[in-house]
């Protein structure tokens, strides 16, 4: 393992007792799955920081680096809690959930990150540029950086996004060079319009290349990145990489390179699990959290209609987006609607109760997967569009 002088004073404790444990398990990985090398980083992301995924463990996990004088080193944003904290009430929270998320909270800002409790933290709050080596959890995150932004992160996991945090540092991998090119060309033959379109495209993909990093050859592909943003969080729910091209990329693949092609027909066979058949309960969007663009977009969608009394329509964003949505006027738009506008969290990560008789509907596949599993809930997909129609008539 080759190590610099600063890491090897931190090995030694120079840096504290929590720096050096972090160090620890930076090298454990990089002698794992890197090339027992380290390498500097910019910036860090967090994820599993609520309560709900953490629990007790997790949460004494963090009192230790705490106590042992943590504090990160580059700037670190974090990834959604339990409950939109000036909402609490919208998802079934305890008292005790409460106080135990709240400390969750306390203890990372104390240690220096920034709550920005979302996991887009590229619109706003923490966007790296093309060339940046990062350390960011969240696979749809850590996608996008590497994918869209062009930066160069592994796909870690909290406690290495955290450790990284701490250390500065990361383990280098193939993620942190260009070594990490296509593996397979998926010819996308179906069209992709919604947003839904772009999550359902990217969950499938996964399903069919669950371990190759993917060259998406898209016809006349037009989109913007909030709907690449969805492909992303697709691609992240039902596969290992933390990567995909474009063939607007221009990288040449080769000869020999494996080939599979995407229809319509592939991607109807998955939405079909999760077809409509009931009135829902719960209508959520916002997995990965919305945009500005994609808030002025349901606004205008909802402006001068009311969501029906028995529906809950969630749509969820970061902080700093409610922040600027406020100010444009959207938020009483859709308050006006009878929509619930909600940030810091989403339905996944929260102690929301759903029983057997609610229906989910969703534009998300990675909702639609994760709620499936995590609650008694029948889930359903559909377009944006469909899912705002549904709610208002």
Request: proline letters at 3%.
């Given at each position: 393992?080759?190590?610099?002088?600063?890491?090897?004073?931190?090995?030694?404790?120079?840096?504290?007792?929590?720096?050096?444990?972090?160090?620890?398990?930076?090298?454990?990985?990089?002698?794992?799955?890197?090339?027992?090398?380290?390498?500097?980083?910019?910036?860090?992301?967090?994820?599993?920081?609520?309560?709900?995924?953490?629990?007790?463990?997790?949460?004494?996990?963090?009192?230790?680096?705490?106590?042992?004088?943590?504090?990160?080193?580059?700037?670190?944003?974090?990834?959604?809690?339990?409950?939109?904290?000036?909402?609490?009430?919208?998802?079934?929270?305890?008292e005790d959930f409460f106080k135990r998320q709240m400390e969750i909270l306390r203890l990372l800002k104390e240690m220096g990150a920034k709550l920005s409790l979302t996991c887009?933290?590229?619109?706003?709050?923490?966007?790296?540029?093309?060339?940046?080596?990062?350390?960011?959890?969240?696979?749809?995150?850590?996608?996008?950086?590497?994918?869209?932004?062009?930066?160069?992160?592994?796909?870690?996991?909290?406690?290495?996004?955290?450790?990284?945090?701490?250390?500065?540092?990361?383990?280098?991998?193939?993620?942190?060079?260009?070594?990490?090119?296509?593996?397979?060309?998926?010819?996308?033959?179906?069209?992709?319009?919604?947003?839904?379109?772009?999550?359902?495209?990217?969950?499938?993909?996964?399903?069919?290349?669950?371990?190759?990093?993917?060259?998406?050859?898209?016809?006349?592909?037009?989109?913007?990145?909030?709907?690449?943003?969805?492909?992303?969080?697709?691609?992240?729910?039902?596969?290992?990489?933390?990567?995909?091209?474009?063939?607007?990329?221009?990288?040449?693949?080769?000869?020999?390179?494996?080939?599979?092609?995407?229809?319509?027909?592939?991607?109807?066979?998955?939405?079909?699990?999760?077809?409509?058949?009931?009135?829902?309960?719960?209508?959520?969007?916002?997995?990965?959290?919305?945009?500005?663009?994609?808030?002025?977009?349901?606004?205008?969608?909802?402006?001068?209609?009311?969501?029906?009394?028995?529906?809950?329509?969630?749509?969820?964003?970061?902080?700093?987006?409610?922040?600027?949505?406020?100010?444009?006027?959207?938020?009483?738009?859709?308050?006006?609607?009878?929509?619930?506008?909600?940030?810091?969290?989403?339905?996944?990560?929260?102690?929301?109760?759903?029983?057997?008789?609610?229906?989910?509907?969703?534009?998300?596949?990675?909702?639609?997967?994760?709620?499936?599993?995590?609650?008694?809930?029948?889930?359903?997909?559909?377009?944006?569009?469909?899912?705002?129609?549904?709610?208002?008539?």
């Amino acid at each position: 393992m080759k190590l610099g002088r600063t890491e090897k004073l931190m090995l030694k404790g120079y840096y504290g007792e929590a720096c050096k444990k972090a160090l620890e398990l930076v090298i454990a990985i990089a002698e794992s799955y890197g090339y027992g090398e380290l390498v500097r980083i910019k910036g860090a992301h967090i994820s599993g920081i609520s309560y709900k995924n953490i629990g007790d463990s997790g949460l004494e996990y963090l009192r230790d680096l705490a106590e042992g004088g943590a504090r990160v080193r580059v700037k670190t944003t974090t990834n959604p809690c339990g409950f939109d904290l000036d909402k609490p009430w919208l998802f079934d929270v305890d008292e005790d959930f409460f106080k135990r998320q709240m400390e969750i909270l306390r203890l990372l800002k104390e240690m220096g990150a920034k709550l920005s409790l979302t996991c887009t933290p590229y619109y706003v709050d923490n966007k790296p540029r093309r060339g940046d080596h990062i350390a960011w959890a969240e696979s749809s995150a850590v996608i996008y950086a590497n994918s869209i932004i062009g930066a160069y992160t592994n796909r870690e996991s909290g406690p290495s996004a955290l450790a990284a945090a701490i250390t500065g540092r990361s383990a280098l991998t193939r993620d942190h060079t260009d070594e990490r090119g296509p593996s397979i060309v998926i010819d996308v033959e179906a069209k992709v319009l919604d947003y839904f379109d772009w999550s359902l495209l990217g969950f499938v993909v996964g399903k069919l290349a669950p371990d190759e990093v993917p060259l998406l050859k898209i016809k006349g592909r037009t989109c913007n990145n909030d709907k690449l943003k969805c492909l992303c969080a697709g691609l992240g729910t039902s596969s290992t990489t933390s990567i995909f091209w474009l063939t607007i990329d221009g990288h040449d693949v080769g000869h020999g390179v494996k080939r599979i092609s995407i229809t319509r027909r592939d991607l109807r066979e998955v939405s079909n699990k999760w077809t409509l058949t009931r009135e829902p309960t719960l209508i959520f969007i916002g997995c990965p959290h919305c945009s500005l663009r994609e808030i002025k977009e349901i606004a205008r969608e909802l402006r001068g209609k009311k969501v029906k009394r028995d529906i809950r329509l969630l749509i969820s964003t970061s902080r700093s987006v409610y922040t600027m949505a406020s100010k444009l006027g959207l938020v009483e738009v859709l308050e006006g609607a009878g929509a619930h506008l909600i940030k810091d969290t989403c339905l996944v990560v929260s102690p929301i109760k759903l029983s057997k008789s609610d229906v989910v509907l969703t534009d998300s596949a990675k909702t639609a997967y994760y709620a499936e599993t995590i609650t008694n809930a029948m889930m359903a997909v559909g377009s944006r569009r469909e899912c705002l129609k549904v709610a208002t008539e």
